[in-house]
């Protein structure tokens, strides 16, 4: 099909290094933020979400930093494995009751 | 675990013919979404719905129409399929400032 927007930024990593992937945002309204990660020829998975009033939330080897003051959010993966290649996508409410807004996405390579 | 479903999952079809992709989920949300998605490209919302009956166009334009009469069903329809909608199509649902989830996805190649 016709393809639309740009490619995607990539960030590659060894296996066993720490992972940051990075994503920033421009509506100071957006009140919820989520990390999907999304392998090929699937859907994207829900990872890790965190809303306004916190600025850190943890899991299970990855970490959600929402910066409000610069629109900034970042998800942290620990111990980065082979398994965690992939695409991966921010969303925000954006001030949107109804509808999330993605940001580009970033394809994460991890090399054995 | 989300459950949301899509089929079908890959679909290859000739150029005119009319499709209907179907999504369904189990979980009650009110709100269901259609995205379009280029192999390694972004996601564009073209299609959304926050209840029964309530259907908007998304952020990019699409030829498809869909429909929502009951809470759990959103199918996406292709009056007469062209190959430039060759892509894949994913949809999601949500539950009021919640979480949303996606199904698998289904692929089209339209011939």
């Known amino acids: 099909g016709e393809s639309v927007g740009l490619h995607l930024p990539t960030l590659s990593v060894q296996e066993g290094d720490n992972s940051i992937i990075n994503c920033a945002y421009s509506?100071?309204?957006?009140?919820?933020f989520i990390w999907y990660k999304q392998e090929s020829g699937k859907g994207p998975q829900f990872i890790i979400d965190?809303?306004?009033?916190?600025d850190k939330r943890q899991g299970q080897r990855v970490t959600v930093l929402l910066n409000k003051t610069v629109k900034h959010l970042s998800l942290q993966i620990a111990a980065t494995q082979p398994g965690d290649s992939a695409v991966y996508f921010c969303?925000?409410?954006?001030?949107?009751?109804?509808?999330?807004?993605f940001g580009k996405g970033t394809l994460l390579t991890v090399n054995p | 675990e989300a459950d949301i479903y899509q089929t079908p999952r890959y679909l290859v079809i000739g150029t005119g013919k009319k499709i209907t992709l179907e999504c369904s989920q189990t979980?009650?949300?009110?709100?269901m979404y259609w995205y379009q998605q280029d192999p390694g490209m972004e996601l564009h919302l073209i299609h959304y719905s926050y209840g029964v009956n309530s259907t908007e166009k998304g952020d990019l334009s699409s030829e498809s129409t869909v429909s929502r009469i009951r809470t759990e069903h959103f199918p996406l329809t292709l009056e007469s399929a062209r190959p430039s909608h060759t892509s894949q199509y994913l949809c999601a649902s949500r539950s009021g400032q919640e979480t949303q989830y996606f199904g698998p996805g289904t692929r089209l190649l339209v011939l």
């Open positions: 965190i809303r306004s009033n916190m």
């Open positions: 969303a925000e409410t954006g001030g949107s009751n109804y509808k999330l807004t």
């Open positions: 979980m009650g949300h009110d709100k």
């Open positions: 509506n100071s309204a957006s009140d919820y």
